[in-house]
């Protein structure tokens, strides 16, 4: 029996975003190749009875979906052993309430009660660019196709701040494999979702330039450590820390680390950045954590943990070095 995605029905999606027929195709066979383990809960998983064709049952409503916090047994996702760490674990209460979010307001504390009613479903992700197959993944079929894992990760904002979270994700590699960027993608550039209608701090911050937009080097996003996370303490990222999906790169300063993303886009031209594009002597394109360059206003060579509020050295590339440092030499 061959494993199939269940695909939620064409008629949820705007027609101008449902995925080719030569995009699905091409997704079938990647996932056929991960095999059945790859793809989760049973549950999830349609065994075809026709030669292999998709199935495009939806398995269940949107109701559904949000009353059942393991999103249908997805979440927690096996914690990966590959990624330890030197502190104690954030509590989630102090995560979740300390928050760096400009669309929702500057202020940490109250970015979780301004996007409370954010709605992150339904919700697609458009990849685009210079690649061989452009695709448009719902959220729910992505996240359900992808083998998310839980990976504990040092997290490091520019401000000098870090926590240490559990993350629900996969290896940006694995997207990147499915759209097969052409020969000349050298970057990808993240953009955030634009909902000035739920995002108070985009009405009332007219001189940031929304929506926000991030970028890595095609090295850099296709390294180990990347990942697409969709969830953190064990269930779907709550609006505040960016549902419901966002990028995670531990080794480099918070802001690369892009919100409630919508549009993946492969380039042959480094893209600018939000914070960059603010402040080119504060923030750079490669902004990896560094104890030895201070912010022009502040040192970088200690960051305090919040909760606790101890204060620990910063470590070169946040303590991933062993990861990434090849990426820079
Ligand atoms: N779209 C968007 N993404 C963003 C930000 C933002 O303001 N908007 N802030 C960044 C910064 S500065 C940090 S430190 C982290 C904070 O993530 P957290 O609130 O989940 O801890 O998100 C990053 N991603
Ligand atoms: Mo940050």
């Known amino acids: 029996m061959a494993p199939n995605v269940i695909l939620h ?23 056929h190749g991960m095999g059945v383990a790859g793809l989760g809960a049973a549950g999830l998983i349609a065994c075809s009875a026709s030669g292999g064709q998709a199935q495009t049952e939806p398995v269940s409503d949107a109701a559904s979906d949000e009353i059942d916090e393991t999103a249908g047994g997805l979440y927690p996702a096996e914690r990966s052993p590959l990624h330890t760490l030197d502190r104690p674990l954030t509590e989630e209460r102090v995560a979740a309430t300390h928050n760096n979010f400009y669309e ?7 970015v979780a009660g301004l996007a409370r009613d954010f709605t992150p479903r339904p919700w697609q992700v458009e ?18 196709a992808m083998p998310l894992e839980e990976r504990l990760y040092r997290f490091r904002c520019v401000e000098a701040w870090a926590m240490a ?14 759209v097969q960027p052409t020969s000349q993608a050298r970057f990808i550039r993240f953009v955030t979702v634009n909902r000035p209608s739920e995002m108070p701090g985009i009405r009332s911050q007219s ?43 531990p080794w480099k300063y918070g802001y690369k680390s892009i919100k409630s993303i919508v549009r993946i886009e492969f380039t042959d031209e480094q893209p600018p950045t939000f914070w960059n594009d603010l402040a080119p002597t504060e923030y750079g394109f490669v902004s990896n954590v560094d104890p030895t360059v201070p912010h022009p206003r502040w040192s970088q ?19 991933y070095g062993e990861w990434v440092a090849q990426l820079y030499t």
């Open 165 to 178: 979270v559990p993350w629900t994700g996969f290896p940006l590699h694995r997207l990147i494999a499915q």
């Open 301 to 319: 060579a200690t960051e305090r943990l919040i909760g606790s509020g101890d204060r620990v050295p910063t470590l070169p590339y946040n303590g």
């Open 207 to 249: 001189w940031y330039s929304w929506p926000y937009y991030e970028g890595l080097s095609m090295d850099e996003a296709m390294n180990e450590l990347t990942l697409v996370a969709t969830g953190i303490y064990g269930h779907r990222l709550p609006p505040q820390h960016g549902a419901p999906i966002r990028i995670v790169v």
């Open 127 to 144: 990849v685009t660019g210079m690649v061989d197959n452009p695709m448009t993944f719902d959220i729910d079929e992505l996240e359900r």
């Open 104 to 110: 929702f307001t500057t202020d940490k504390s109250r």
């Open 9 to 31: 029905p064409r008629w949820r999606i705007p027609e101008r975003l449902a995925t080719p027929e030569s995009a699905h195709l091409n997704r079938r066979q990647f996932l």
